[in-house]
């Protein structure tokens, strides 16, 4: 799978575009996972972190679903989208990664895989994400 952090070419391009951009997408997979727990729906993650890009005024965006499921092939059931509403159990390994991206200007996208558990998830991936890695 996918690494679960952001690469930034070079610290010339990180202007507050991409500052502002890079906090709005972090707090969106928050909020995804604050809403992660056995019970929930697979739409309820999705709509909370594209409420938060949507506030932001960066719902357009936002164009690929929330996350999914990952087993045997990385990705499976259930997919975690605005038009899902499949039950979440524990046990289950999900990622969630919320992202934008705009045409000629690039895209960023913050991604964890998690476990649900009956009160929340437990991550398995335990890169920081607050900061991106800059490769200069």
């Not at 972090?26 to 949507?54: E, K, P, W, Y």
């Not at 895989?113 to 398995?124: A, N």
């Amino acid at each position: 799978g996918a690494l679960p952090i952001s690469v930034v070419p070079d610290r010339s391009c990180w202007d507050s575009k991409w500052q502002q951009r890079y906090i709005h997408v972090f707090s969106a997979q928050q909020a995804g996972l604050a809403a992660m727990h056995s019970g929930a729906t697979s739409g309820d993650i999705d709509l909370a972190c594209r409420n938060v890009l949507s506030a932001a005024g960066l719902g357009d965006l936002f164009v690929h679903s929330t996350g999914h499921g990952v087993g045997l092939a990385i990705h499976e059931e259930p997919r975690l989208a605005r038009d899902r509403s499949d039950i979440l159990e524990a046990d289950a390994v999900l990622t969630v990664e919320p992202g934008v991206y705009e045409e000629g200007w690039g895209g960023i996208r913050l991604e964890d895989t998690v476990v649900v558990t009956p009160e929340g998830y437990e991550r398995l991936t335990q890169i920081d994400k607050q900061q991106p890695i800059f490769l200069d």
